[in-house]
């Protein structure tokens, strides 16, 4: 979650959500994301709301925030379930941060009790937690797997010690591997690792070294991001005094093909701008409801939900998030009702990075002129818009955000 949320208006205390929104619940895809706020160690490119020990100084603890978290989902199934509506049950549960791992098998385990007890699961329900390699074990696998948990993203980066410096991680290049192979020892079917690639001093070679680790592991599922120098970050700093260079658009774009032709000789196929897997069944659902617009209640610090067009986002400390709920008042910061061409430009700007793409009927008459335009420049497919679809090429995924930007004016 980004350090900087969006201004709005104050959300009610109560956390109650206009009837408009409400309407649908249930029928639209739902999902909960849990935001864990703790880290052993900050790395010096991440500007998401997380704390070290340090930083938190008697301002927050694991149980504090286990404890506030189970009273925000309780508060959550109230106002989804107002006027007797049923409760939606989440199809999707992901535990990010942060550092999940860090509350061990037993804390998860009540992470996904509390969202039972709350909204409860869906049959078949996805559950994702993110994971340190380094605060990972053949034991926490196997407890998460008994908790209920059925996926394990687990944040790599890079191969490269070199890399992984610059970037203040702090795990050894061959632990993600590793923890991907304890993972699915345990029995996880499903193991996603993240690529972070363009850091200051990577190679062409180092990259490459990263992506045939990630096809030694053996993983269904790979993300892979370019670096991002994200403003009031230690890694800016260090750009600011000319310590590090701020990454090539050039470099960035010729990594991203690598990254594509490797993988895809590999088997797996992209079905988000950054996101490959192996078949269907191993795809991240629960990034995909947000992609499509779905409904989500994120719970924790900072954490930002979606439902039926209106979107809030909490309280970022964890003392003053703890604080709220212990008043029995919503932790919500602020909150934004979007209007029928916000939820527009928001459907362009997300489905569009979709391999399926986006429909052209979302589109104004500017807009189709646009996509029009955009084929003629080898941005998307010709026979796809004829048949009424708006899908990238591999040009155009290398400049999705100048596409939407040109489709929605």
């Known amino acids: 979650m980004s350090t900087h949320p969006p201004t709005g208006e104050q959300p009610p205390q109560q956390g ?43 301002g927050g603890s694991f149980r504090g925030w286990l404890e506030a978290l189970k009273a925000e989902l309780e508060l959550g199934a109230r106002v989804l379930g107002e006027g007797n509506r049923a409760v939606p049950r989440a199809e999707t549960v992901f535990v990010g941060g942060g550092t999940p791992s860090l509350l061990g098998g037993e804390g998860l385990g009540e992470v996904l009790d509390a969202v039972r007890a709350s909204f409860g699961l869906a049959p078949n329900a996805e559950v994702t937690t993110e994971a340190n390699p380094e605060s990972t074990s053949p034991e926490l696998f196997t407890a998460l797997l008994g908790a209920g948990y059925t996926r394990v993203s687990l944040g790599m980066q890079s191969a490269a010690e070199h890399v992984l410096r610059v970037l203040d991680r702090k795990h050894t290049p061959g632990r993600a591997v590793a923890a991907a192979g304890e993972a699915m020892a345990a029995g996880f079917e499903h193991v996603s690792l993240d690529l972070i690639y363009g850091t200051p001093g ?8 990263s992506l045939e680790a990630v096809l030694e592991a053996g993983v269904d599922h790979v993300s892979a991001y370019s670096l991002i120098v994200e403003d009031g970050t230690a890694m800016a700093r260090r750009v600011r005094r000319g310590e590090l260079p701020m990454p090539d658009e050039d470099v960035l774009a010729a990594d991203y093909e690598l990254v594509d032709g490797i993988l895809s000789k590999a088997g797996f196929d992209w ?4 996101n490959w897997a192996t078949g269907e069944a191993a795809r991240c659902a629960h990034n995909i409801g947000y992609w499509r617009g779905g409904d989500w ?9 979606h ?19 212990g008043e029995g008042i919503s932790p919500a910061a602020g909150r934004e009702v979007l209007d029928a061409e916000d939820r527009r430009v928001e459907r362009v700007m997300l489905e569009l990075r979709l391999r399926e793409g986006l429909a052209t009927e979302v589109l104004d008459d500017a807009g189709v002129a646009e996509a ?36 929605v004016g």
């Open 16 to 58: 109650t959500l206009p009837a408009t929104a409400l309407r649908g619940v249930g029928q639209r895809p739902f999902g909960i994301y849990v935001h864990v706020p703790f880290c052993a160690t900050r790395c010096g490119y991440c500007d998401f709301n997380t704390y070290t020990a340090d930083e938190l100084a008697g």
């Open 202 to 209: 990577e190679s062409t070679d180092d990259l490459r070294g």
């Open 271 to 274: 079905y988000e701008v950054s």
């Open 297 to 305: 209640w994120g719970a924790g610090p900072g954490a930002h939900s």
């Open 307 to 325: 439902v039926g067009g209106v979107r809030w986002w909490n309280l970022k400390y964890p003392s003053r998030y703890a604080a709220a709920l």
């Open 372 to 407: 029009r335009r955009a084929v003629t420049d080898g941005l998307l497919r010709g026979e796809e818009l004829r048949a009424g679809r708006c899908v990238l090429t591999d040009r155009g995924r290398l400049l999705a955000d100048g596409v939407v930007r040109r489709l």
